[in-house]
């Protein structure tokens, strides 16, 4: 099983097989359920059970946490307090990026509505994959700090620049919306937002590219791209590489909900994801050997109804503050 869909289903795949994976997915859901509803809490006990039924152990150990999670909506740290191997959980958890809102809540900013200190729980993702690797987030931003990016950007928008051929800045059909940067300390709480997204993934402020915000209008869409440098023999690319090594995760952060159309579609695994407001889109595509991976190719499908907004962040192997990719 290569895509893991965790709530009700906000992602939507094209491909047949997805009604496969929806299937198998509910069969272990109401696995999990009936676990969970038998007052068995014991995520060491549920994981044991799913590698006899021919998981592999770190899948089951994830799934079982997350079933423990999603269904007795339980906080975190009562899944640990429950956990005979709170360990292995911890660890399963942050493998996924998961986060802890206690540990966020040092990042809200200040427009957020404050979350009580004592009160702890989880980042949720709605949707695992491992090929493309990504995860959907809930709850990322929220409703003023969305608001706020998208009222920053109306006042610096610009028609969205495309690299030509030769490394030339074009406008090119490829990208038809506006954007702007927001760089660091133009906006009060920028600073806040990515360091609650450096937090959640598990990477350095520094070496995140200046947050981007991007406007898609009615028919405007992002064709089939690469976010890495694929083209060394491009000077823009090999001065990028040297500058700051090579992108290797994104972050998408989805500003509003969109009516129709606009979704980020993965080719390869035939994914769409549908924009919802605050949530956030994670994906890497540096493999462990080091390759970059070709399933992280990617669309912004077009804009059929209303307007999409988005804020990106792109992750890169050295620090690059200062430096504009675009
Ligand atoms: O618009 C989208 O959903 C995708 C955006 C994107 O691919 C990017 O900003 O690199
Ligand atoms: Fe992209």
Not at 44 to 66: P, R, S, T
Not at 131 to 148: G, I, K, N, R, Y
Not at 233 to 251: N, P, S, Y
Request: proline share 4%; hydrophobic share 40%.
């Amino acid at each position: 099983m290569e895509c893991t869909l965790n709530e009700e289903t906000t992602a939507v795949a094209g491909l047949a097989s997805n009604d496969e994976m929806s299937a198998h997915n509910e069969a272990v859901e109401a696995w999990l359920l009936a676990a969970v509803s038998r007052g068995d809490l014991s995520v060491e006990a549920m994981a044991q059970a799913m590698q006899a039924d021919g998981y592999g152990e770190h899948e089951a150990q994830l799934l079982a946490a997350l079933g423990v999670l999603r269904h007795e909506d339980t906080p975190l740290h009562s899944v640990l307090e429950h956990s005979r191997m709170q360990g292995a959980v911890l660890d399963v958890i942050q493998h996924f990026r998961y986060a802890r809102l206690d540990a966020l809540d040092a990042h809200r900013s200040p427009v957020d509505a404050p979350v009580a200190p004592s009160k702890v729980r989880g980042v949720r993702a709605r949707l695992t994959c491992t090929s493309p690797d990504l995860a959907l987030f809930d709850d990322v931003l929220s409703a003023h700090e969305c608001s706020d990016l998208i009222e920053f950007a109306k006042e610096h928008l610009s028609a969205n620049r495309v690299m030509s051929e030769q490394g030339e800045v074009i406008d090119a059909d490829v990208r038809t919306s506006s954007g702007c940067f927001v760089e660091a300390g133009s906006v009060p709480w920028i600073d806040a937002i990515e360091a609650r997204i450096s937090t959640l993934v598990q990477w350095p402020q520094e070496c995140m590219e200046e947050l981007a915000i991007v406007r898609y209008s009615g028919g405007e869409r992002f064709l089939s791209h690469f976010d890495y440098f694929n083209a060394p023999e491009l000077l823009r690319h090999r001065e990028e590489l040297d500058a700051a090594g090579q992108r290797i995760g994104t972050i998408v952060l989805y500003l509003n909900d969109v009516t129709e159309g606009g979704a980020t579609r993965f080719d390869v695994a035939g994914l769409e994801l549908l924009p919802s407001r605050g949530s956030a889109l994670y994906f890497t595509y540096r493999l462990p050997d080091g390759r970059m991976d070709e399933a992280s190719l990617h669309s912004g499908t077009p804009v059929l109804e209303g307007e999409k907004w988005i804020a990106t962040l792109w992750l890169r192997e050295r620090p690059c503050r200062g430096l504009s990719a675009g």
